[in-house]
């Protein structure tokens, strides 16, 4: 799994959907975002964070015979 996940671009694939994931997430939360109180904020990077990691594990699942 190491040696795939490091070819064929896989890595360049899951930085891409990381970053899509994570900007995609802050962007709907941010707009109600009180940057003065620092729980809040980073309560929103970590749902956004997750949310990345979701998103690449999609990938993952559909390499593995899920969806082609």
Do not use: H, P, W, Y
């Amino acid at each position: 799994m190491i040696k795939e996940f490091f070819s064929k671009g896989i890595v360049r694939t899951v930085i891409k959907t990381f970053i899509q994931g994570f900007l995609g997430a802050l962007a709907v939360t941010i707009v109600n975002v009180d940057f003065s109180n620092k729980c809040i904020v980073i309560s929103v990077l970590i749902g956004a964070i997750i949310s990345g990691i979701s998103a690449c594990f999609e990938i993952f699942k559909n390499k593995k015979g899920g969806k082609r």
